[in-house]
């Protein structure tokens, strides 16, 4: 067996002998210097990927690679070292899950963090720290440089006349789609580990949250430029290439806004069991804050829910908390209280307006038109569900509750729209209000 002084100076010559190619054309931008890049990503890729038992890749291998996205000013070798750094944190996750022994009851899984590890993001108080990320263009990212980066987006989407020549803009798409898929592997091994054990630390550690309760970071304004990145429709776009990569990007803003609403609801959590400190912040929950914003900007709702069709959970979350809104929150249920209680869910709001008189009531505040789309994307949402959340308030799964849930949920959507109709004679039927009574109606004739 060879022994661990032998292997590390192989490690160490394999490492000098791929980063040499490099060395001399590191800060050039010409054809030659370009080759070079490609070489050496290619003998990244052949000396940690190719072989089964690969060589891990060194810390000065990611950050070049990282730079080469960063700064590369080719598309080709943007897209190169965005795909290769993707493929290496996939075989060489920085955190991850122990392997659980299911041969003990009692074995749970634990949260393994690579330390040493190299990370796009640098997160410190130190002021030698915060200097190096400024002044290396293409380095680590802290707050303040995620933040310029949302900015460039929000600015360059919102742009009538994109085109796909301008590499720039297409390169931080790419690099904003790392930086939300870093964030999501750090973040989901310790969230997951954090639902068994209530441990908080782990998420305050983790790199989505140090990053959110960063001095450098202004938060509402993060969160409204992401909004509008969300909002914006690539379907104009000069190639299929930029079509790709702009929805792709709108993806990664989905993932990203959802990892945010998961801490939320894990921090909330905490909070009630006291296991946050000062030093944890306060932030206003994001589901709070887009709430507010679709209620500002009424005409982005339909946009908005429907860039969330693939996320139902959250979703619905979000037609449900808008319809509460304005319903008016459901009583909390007391020690003196005997009577029954709302219902905060979906089929609580749709009892709202299961007569004339609350309907009538609703729609004095939000516009009949809202209600439809809401209660449209709710059905939706809410028949995209795994089947066992049908049942909404217990744990009964069988096929025969769940299709009883679904026929009510039907028959309640059915009654909602013939009580907005006489409550708003005028009011016309939308076509995705067309859609949910055709949905309701062959739920209802088939389930029966």
């Known amino acids: 067996m060879e022994n661990p002084s032998s292997q590390r100076t192989v490690a160490g010559a394999l490492e000098e002998n791929i980063l040499a190619i490099l060395d001399s054309t590191e800060a050039d931008d010409t054809q030659y210097a370009n080759d070079d890049r490609t070489a050496f990503l290619d003998a990244v890729r052949a000396a940690s990927l190719v072989p089964e038992n690969g060589t891990p890749p060194t810390y000065k291998w990611f950050a070049s690679i990282f730079t080469i996205l960063r700064i590369g000013k080719s598309l080709e070798l943007t897209m190169a070292s965005f795909k290769l750094l993707n493929e290496l944190d996939k ?70 006349n994109f085109q796909a020549s301008e590499t720039k803009s297409l390169g931080n798409m790419l690099l904003f789609q790392y930086l939300v898929n870093v964030l999501e592997g750090d973040f989901q091994p310790r969230n997951c580990v954090y639902a068994e054990t209530a441990n908080w630390v782990l998420l305050r550690e983790s790199l989505l949250n140090m990053l959110l309760v960063s001095r450098k970071l202004n938060y509402k304004n993060l969160m409204k430029d992401c909004l509008a990145i969300m909002y914006e429709n690539f379907d104009t776009a000069a190639t299929i290439a930029l079509l790709e990569i702009g929805n792709n990007t709108c993806i990664a803003m989905q993932k990203f806004l959802i990892l945010i609403m998961e801490l939320d609801v894990s921090k909330k959590a905490a909070e009630m069991q006291g296991s946050t400190t000062r030093a944890d912040g306060v932030r206003t929950p994001l589901l709070e804050m887009v709430l507010d914003e679709l209620t500002y900007n009424i005409d982005i709702l339909d946009s908005f829910l429907q860039v969330f069709k693939s ?9 449900v908390q808008y319809l509460w809104k304005y319903i008016g929150k ?19 709001a749709l009892k709202c ?13 939000i516009r009949p038109e809202l209600v439809q789309l809401l209660l449209a994307h709710g059905l939706q949402a809410h028949l995209s569900l795994p089947c066992k959340r049908h049942v909404e308030g217990s744990s009964a799964s069988s096929e025969e509750t769940s299709n009883s849930s679904l026929i009510e949920v039907s028959e ?15 009011m016309e039927i939308l ?18």
């Open 91 to 160: 075989r060489f996750p920085r955190v991850h899950l122990s392997v659980v022994d299911e041969s003990k009851s009692s074995s749970k899984p634990t949260v393994i963090v690579e330390n040493e590890a190299w990370s796009p993001f640098v997160f410190s108080s130190e002021t030698s720290n915060e200097r190096e990320a400024a002044d290396n263009p293409g380095g680590s990212i802290d707050s303040s440089g995620f933040q310029l980066l949302i900015q460039d987006l929000a600015d360059a989407t919102a742009e009538p």
């Open 311 to 319: 996320e139902p959970k959250w979703k619905l979350e979000v037609v």
């Open 330 to 348: 459901p009583s909390v249920r007391t020690r003196r209280s005997n009577g029954p209680t709302d219902d905060a869910s979906f089929s609580g």
């Open 353 to 365: 307006f299961s007569n004339i008189t609350s309907t009538k009531s609703t729609i004095k505040k």
């Open 412 to 426: 309640n959507i059915i009654s909602a729209f013939r009580n907005l109709k006489t409550a708003d004679k005028k």
């Open 431 to 448: 076509p995705l209000g067309k859609e949910a009574l055709f949905t309701a109606a062959t739920i209802i004739s088939t389930k029966s």
